[in-house]
């Protein structure tokens, strides 16, 4: 009988020599920390930069756009998940950035 009750004899990832890869090692989760707290103290250095709205804000939202795709990618395991669910992850950040931009637009915060 196999290892795993729903795969047939012969056919688990012993049986074929692929090793199933279930996220980051203890060195790439330290490297991601330390990517991640300095885009951190780059978002708080530029808030207190005194650069005008219309400036600051992309530049927050990109810094922040990172951090997400590295958040998710590595910390919610997406980047060793199906395909499909880095697809729904996507279009909802399409979405969000939509209606994010939609928002600064009304308010006329570029022109700040």
């Known amino acids: 009988?196999?290892?795993?009750a729903s795969e047939p004899a012969g056919?688990?990832?012993?049986?074929t020599g692929h090793r199933a890869h279930h996220g980051p090692t203890p060195k790439e989760y330290v490297r991601i920390f330390l990517i991640l707290a300095t885009l951190t103290s780059i978002e708080i250095w530029l808030s207190y930069s005194g650069i005008r709205a219309g400036v600051l804000i992309p530049?927050?939202?990109v810094a922040a756009l990172l951090?997400?795709?590295l958040v998710v990618a590595y910390f919610m395991h997406?980047?060793?998940d199906s395909r499909r669910y880095a697809r729904?992850?996507?279009?909802?950040l399409a979405g969000a950035f939509t209606l994010y931009l939609i928002v600064l637009i009304?308010?006329?915060v570029f022109l700040r």
């Open 1 to 4: 009988m196999s290892a795993h």
């Open 11 to 15: 056919h688990g990832p012993a049986a």
């Open 59 to 61: 530049m927050l939202f």
């Open 67 to 69: 951090k997400f795709v």
């Open 78 to 80: 997406l980047k060793y």
């Open 88 to 92: 729904f992850f996507v279009m909802g």
């Open 106 to 108: 009304t308010f006329k």
